[in-house]
């Protein structure tokens, strides 16, 4: 058996090795505002970027997630966009934009669950999955669907949420959170 070292080019070392450093800076300029949750295989977290001149970004979400676990995913318009994505170790850290809103949960119970509310979010509920289930193939590959595993009224945000008599519940967008269990369908 083989055990001599892989020689590398001093350029190749050198290259590698900013590269390295790069990523662990650009990790430490995160502000860590709280801990949204924390599993086994990952830890969700409110983050700031804090600029060298004293001023910050966000809030964004960051994952960090045991990349032996997980497969990174991309951005549609009914899932968070996605701020930085990169190995750190054993670990896949992903930052992605913070949706401000409420999740469907939260907005039931504040304005109770009623026929009406549902048929106005069935339909952008639907359309969210659908981006899911067309999957995220790139140039050349055939999608596979993603299938989200946990979907539940937790996991849905709805932004912009407005109830009044005469219009009824309007809002901006609706958007799938916490896809940390969903896989590519096989």
């Avoid at 990790?27 to 001023?55: A, M, N, Q, W």
């Avoid at 930085?84 to 907005?107: H, P, Q």
């Avoid at 952008?124 to 999955?129: G, Q, R, S």
């Amino acid at each position: 058996m083989d055990t001599q070292s892989p020689t590398y080019s001093d350029d190749e070392l050198t290259a590698a090795l900013a590269g390295h450093l790069a990523s662990l800076e650009r990790d430490d300029s995160y502000r860590v505002d709280r801990v949204l949750k924390h599993s086994d295989v990952e830890t969700t977290e409110l983050v700031y970027f804090e600029g060298s001149g004293g001023g910050s970004l966000g809030p964004f979400v960051r994952k960090r997630i045991d990349a032996s676990a997980q497969q990174a995913g991309r951005r549609y318009e009914h899932l968070p966009r996605i701020v930085d994505c990169r190995r750190v170790g054993d670990e896949l850290c992903v930052v992605m934009e913070y949706i401000e809103g409420e999740t469907l949960g939260a907005l039931v119970g504040r304005l109770g669950a009623t026929p009406d509310y549902a048929c106005e979010l069935f339909g952008a509920l639907c359309d969210a999955v659908a981006e899911l289930h067309a999957g995220f193939a790139s140039a050349g590959e055939m999608a596979a669907p993603v299938i989200h595993r946990d979907l539940k009224p937790s996991n849905i945000i709805v932004t912009g949420a407005n109830y009044t008599p005469d219009d009824g519940l309007t809002f901006s967008s609706l958007v799938i959170i916490d896809l940390g269990i969903a896989r590519v369908w096989r």
